[in-house]
């Protein structure tokens, strides 16, 4: 139970390590480093949707021969249009951009923008829920060691989130404590929704594999919708590519061998 408790929180503690850079940078981020440290964030999200996540939900059909993978498919596409909905139903803010998504709403920006982090940061939690329920059940493929891999690979890359998100709120006048505060609740959504998995996880054994694909899949939106399209426009983009690769060689690497 122990080691449920501190795997839920690392990655909180990630996030709030990277929200601290208001206090020791002057300046709004670089456009360099943050391009690259959006990339990081996907290869790191990628790596552990696959290595950690669909992998796994695929081996633990294993005795469905063919269908095995029927899991994993079935789980992955109900994430993705998961996130889909709740994005199209939340009003919500991206970081860099004036123009709301979603309903309309007289939400203040930066209650819009602490929805858009909230839609972000869920996925990320419930990967790690999923990974420690699952080997607390003893499920082949997931043991204590690879769920803390995923655990620590999540809090690396919430790192950099966290220093993207309060960092443009230091910018935009607020005080300093003001956007540490912000850019670290930003994470608390994560050991929530990451307990609420386990909890549903622990009353619908045979259901794991989907859960497994789920998360993932809600992973993948978030990288695919949000992060790589952000690392993507204008100027540095090859940066963000060199900081996917690092972050997905760094997930796999942590994921093998601490696996």
């Known amino acids: 139970m122990m080691a449920l408790f501190i795997g839920l929180l690392i990655p909180l503690l990630g996030t709030m390590l990277g929200a601290a850079f208001v206090f020791f940078m002057q300046d709004e981020m670089s456009p360099r480093l943050q391009k690259t440290l ?5 290869g790191v999200m990628v790596a552990a949707s696959v290595w950690s996540l669909l992998i796994p ?18 789980g992955f596409l109900l994430g993705i249009g998961f996130l889909l909905l709740i994005d199209e139903l939340t009003p919500h803010l991206h970081i860099g951009t004036d123009t709301p998504e979603g309903p309309r709403s007289r939400l203040s920006r930066t209650a819009m923008l602490a929805l858009a982090v909230t839609i972000h940061n869920r996925p990320e939690g419930m990967a790690v829920g999923v990974v420690f329920a699952g080997a607390e ?3 082949a493929g997931i043991s204590l060691a690879s769920a803390v891999a995923v655990s620590l690979g999540i809090a690396i890359q919430n790192v950099p989130e966290g220093a993207i998100i309060s960092m443009p709120m230091r910018a935009a006048g607020n005080s300093r404590w003001r956007s540490f505060l912000i850019g670290s609740l930003s994470g608390a959504v994560e050991p ?15 259901a794991l594999p989907y859960l497994l694909a789920f998360a993932a899949g ?10 790589i399209p952000e690392a993507s426009e204008g100027k540095h983009s090859n940066l963000s590519t060199i900081g996917f690769a690092l972050g997905f060689v760094l997930m796999m690497v942590l994921d093998v061998v601490l696996g």
């Open 137 to 139: 059940q003893g499920m």
């Open 192 to 206: 929530v929704g990451g307990l609420a998995v386990v909890v549903l996880a622990s009353l619908m054994v045979p």
């Open 218 to 227: 809600a992973m993948f939106y978030v990288v695919v919708e949000e992060l």
């Open 38 to 42: 959006l990339g990081f964030a996907s």
């Open 57 to 74: 939900a695929i081996d633990m059909g294993a005795d469905s021969g063919r269908w095995a993978v029927l899991p994993a498919c079935v």
